[in-house]
């Protein structure tokens, strides 16, 4: 039979050591694991033969320690490895060590230490391979500048002609690792070079840098002349190059050199073509120009905008610029159009138009100016034609053609382009409501030129213009938008850092209203809104702000609150200017994104020294169509915006000359304080007598009763004003009194 106390009494024992143990426990907590000390380098090797072996390899030098601290990590040791780790930063490496690091081990396993290392929270636990980041971006950046370092590439470029094929195959390796200066180098020296073994040895190396060489490859096929034109039609043969077809064609018809047009025909057949007659060579050039809108562009990043290699025939020079999608077809079209010169092609006026309105782009996106073969062309185009090429060049977003467009109509003299069919504005008119700043400065000058005396279909943008340029003067605008003040006032707080004249404004409608103000919309450099902007809402604020000619090139942000990020994000896809991101939170992250929305506009806003000089050329035009009547309605409408203009002192001159031919009462008043400041140069302030002068012979006296008594007060006061002061104050009395001889004359 059981005891049934013994159990009991076991069960109550047991039960007491439980008790026990839980108050130790609790009196004494456990160890942390982590807290305990790690293991050392030779605890970790008795337990492992593995890593006994790496810790018995020699670490006197950086190679070695950093071989060691790889082959741990290779072997799921990195807890190990975290210990060599510290001896290896600390020694402090220079530059060239680091790279001789990477050249040793290679980038990869750079990159693979830097993953190892991953950011983190201020607050979270370090890795255990913290540091290993830092140092191993330190060694690639090193490696990268001491591989396009100009003496160590022209050493390669040398050793490409080394008697044995190892040293010729370790530069070709160096050279293509060098990146585009390792190219661009192997370039210019194929086409200074003359022996035929040199030549092979770059051809080699540059055929071991593809896809890269193959953009520079159609440039050189394009424009380079000579043994370097020879040796690219071989090397896009050799490489299959497809793309490269065009100006191979063009080469095989219309070399002088037969060397040359061997290769191209050799090349021609290596890509699987037969040999092209010129009228084929024509068909093919007209078909890719046809075509150009929808041929894929070769972008980056956003896929807004993209790289073009461009060969310069005058300075035998390669380079490399970055572009917006429209200007890349226009260069690509470019390219063609010249090609189609080449072979006969531009017999009709199309094809002439064509070449001009791609060749024009070119020369101004590349800055070069036209060639005798350009000028020629454009000579030849009669101002209806130029006028036409100047409505396609607007169409296709071809600005810098545009622009040069616009400034030959303007030498031709021909007012006949103002005039058109059903009452619509000329292109040239039509020009003046471009969004793109120097197409509508364009057209106003060209107009200015023409000097028409009567209205024309558009006539009435003129003065919009002249103003829209006048108040184009000082620092870029800003307007930030939210419904709540506070915000908008913090993000016009964080602008105004950034160099804008920043403005908050609490609803939708008013930042349209900002937005379009003659003073603030011809130097908008941003527009920031918030997603939970209202009345009316974001999508239509939008739209609005895109569908005028005065905000359509303005980049706009939204800081989007998270419920709305998803609809901000719909608003931004279908407009190109407009970025959309979180609401920005702590400093300097506005800027940040400020920043990433100014990147979607390819041409930034205009300088303010562009700004400013293209407001004293528009003060200057509005003075004298005042002094002559011209046909133009609504010249008075926006004159307050010389009370702006008036105080800089680059365009206090023009201005002045324009607030005499005003003839307002707004405009005499400005004259009379601004003669009556008594720290501005004197002569100056006697400028300012003289078109008060003017103004009241030529309109008589406009001033109101109150100004009269305030003028009066001044030359009391200037009493013990110096002398010239003084005849001054008496003089703009007299004016006022009609008693200036001046006035009277």
């Known amino acids: 039979m059981i005891d049934r106390f013994s159990i009991l009494s076991?069960?109550?024992?047991?039960?007491?050591?439980?008790?026990?143990?839980?108050?130790?426990?609790?009196?004494?907590?456990?160890?942390?694991?982590?807290?305990?000390?790690?293991?050392?380098?030779?605890?970790?090797?008795?337990?492992?033969?593995?890593?006994?072996s790496v810790l018995e390899l020699k670490r006197t030098t950086p190679a070695e320690q950093l071989r060691a601290i790889l082959m741990l990590i290779d072997l799921g040791h990195a807890d190990v490895a975290a210990q060599l780790l510290p001896e290896l930063i600390a020694a402090k490496l220079d530059d060239a060590q680091k790279a001789a690091l990477v050249g040793e081990f290679g980038t990869a396993k750079f990159l693979k230490l830097i993953r190892l290392d991953p950011p983190v929270a201020k607050d979270a636990t370090p890795n255990?391979?913290?540091?290993?980041?830092?140092?191993?971006?330190?060694?690639?950046?090193?490696?990268?500048?001491?591989?396009?370092?100009?003496?160590?590439?022209?050493?390669?470029?040398?050793?490409?002609?080394?008697?044995?094929?190892?040293?010729?195959?370790?530069?070709?390796?160096?050279?293509?690792?060098?990146?585009?200066?390792?190219?661009?180098?192997?370039?210019?020296?194929?086409?200074?070079?003359?022996?035929?073994?040199?030549?092979?040895?770059?051809?080699?190396?540059?055929?071991?840098?593809r896809p890269a060489i193959d953009a520079p490859l159609l440039a050189l096929l394009a424009d380079s002349q000579g043994q370097l034109r020879r040796d690219a039609a071989e090397l896009a043969g050799h490489l299959h190059v497809a793309g490269a077809l065009p100006w191979l064609s063009t080469i095989a018809v219309t070399a002088t050199d037969s060397s040359a047009e061997s290769a191209a025909r050799k090349s021609i057949s290596q890509l699987g073509y037969p040999e092209p007659t010129i009228h084929e060579v024509q068909k093919l050039l007209r078909d890719r120009l046809a075509a150009i809108k929808s041929t894929p562009v070769t972008t980056f990043d956003d896929g807004t905008v993209g790289v073009w290699w461009s060969w310069n025939p005058q300075t035998k020079q390669l380079a490399a610029a970055t572009y917006g999608v429209p200007q890349l077809r226009a260069l690509t079209a470019a390219r063609l159009a010249r090609a189609l010169g080449e072979v006969g092609g531009l017999t009709e006026p199309n094809d002439r138009r064509a070449v001009l309105l791609y060749s024009l782009e070119e020369s101004a996106l590349l800055g070069r100016g036209a060639d005798a073969s350009l000028k020629e062309v454009v000579g030849a185009l009669t101002p209806s034609e130029l006028s036409t090429t100047l409505a396609t060049a607007m169409k296709e977003q071809y600005t810098a053609a545009a622009v040069m467009i616009a400034e030959e109509l303007g030498r031709r003299g021909d007012l006949s382009i103002l005039s058109s069919n059903g009452g619509m504005p000329s292109p040239l008119a039509a020009a003046l409501t471009s969004p793109d700043r120097a197409v509508r400065f364009a057209a106003l000058g060209a107009i200015m030129q023409l000097n028409p005396q009567r209205s024309f279909p558009g006539s009435s943008q003129v003065a919009k213009s002249l103003w829209y340029f006048v108040g184009g003067a000082g620092e870029p605008t800003a307007i930030a938008a939210a419904p709540a003040i506070l915000v908008a006032s913090d993000w016009?707080?964080?602008?105004?850092?950034?160099?804008?004249?920043?403005?908050?404004?609490?609803?939708?409608?008013?930042?349209?209203?900002?937005?379009?103000?003659?003073?603030?919309?011809?130097?908008?450099?941003?527009?920031?809104?918030?997603?939970?902007?209202?009345?009316?809402?974001?999508?239509?604020?939008?739209?609005?702000?895109?569908?005028?000619?005065?905000?359509?090139?303005?980049?706009?942000?939204?800081?989007?609150?998270?419920?709305?990020?998803?609809?901000a994000q719909r608003v931004a896809e279908a407009n190109s200017l407009v970025y959309a991101t979180p609401r920005p939170q702590g400093d300097g992250s506005l800027a940040n994104v400020v920043k990433e929305a100014l990147a979607l506009k390819p041409t930034p806003l205009a300088s303010t020294e562009v700004r400013t000089a293209q407001a004293k050329q528009a003060l200057e035009w509005l003075a004298k169509l005042l002094a002559e009547n011209a046909p133009y309605d609504e010249l008075k409408r926006d004159a307050f915006l010389v009370d702006r203009t008036l105080m800089a002192p680059e365009l206090a001159d023009p201005s002045v000359t324009v607030l005499a031919g005003l003839g307002t009462p707004e405009s005499q008043t400005a004259l009379v304080d601004f003669a009556s400041v008594t720290s501005l140069p004197i002569e100056t302030r006697q400028a300012a007598a003289d078109a008060l002068a003017a103004s009241v012979k030529r309109f008589g006296v406009q001033l109101k009763r109150e100004q009269v008594v305030s003028q009066y007060d001044r030359y009391n006061a200037s009493e013990t004003a110096d002398k010239p002061t003084q005849e001054l104050m008496g003089r703009i009395l007299d004016v006022i009194e009609k008693k200036d001889t001046a006035a009277q004359k």
């Open 10 to 52: 076991s069960l109550s024992a047991f039960a007491a050591t439980l008790a026990l143990v839980s108050s130790l426990s609790a009196q004494e907590p456990a160890a942390d694991p982590a807290a305990a000390a790690a293991p050392t380098l030779a605890e970790f090797a008795r337990r492992d033969p593995a890593i006994a």
């Open 128 to 209: 255990q391979l913290a540091g290993v980041r830092e140092f191993a971006q330190s060694c690639i950046i090193a490696a990268d500048a001491a591989a396009k370092d100009p003496k160590r590439i022209a050493q390669l470029i040398a050793q490409l002609n080394a008697p044995t094929e190892g040293e010729r195959y370790a530069a070709r390796v160096d050279l293509r690792a060098a990146g585009d200066a390792g190219m661009l180098a192997a370039i210019n020296a194929l086409a200074e070079a003359k022996d035929e073994a040199v030549r092979g040895n770059l051809l080699a190396a540059l055929a071991d840098m």
């Open 492 to 567: 016009a707080g964080k602008l105004r850092g950034q160099g804008y004249d920043a403005m908050p404004v609490k609803s939708g409608r008013e930042a349209l209203v900002a937005a379009i103000d003659p003073a603030v919309a011809p130097r908008l450099g941003v527009i920031v809104l918030d997603s939970d902007i209202g009345q009316p809402l974001l999508g239509e604020v939008v739209y609005q702000l895109r569908a005028s000619d005065l905000t359509a090139n303005v980049p706009i942000l939204i800081a989007a609150s998270g419920p709305r990020f998803a609809s």
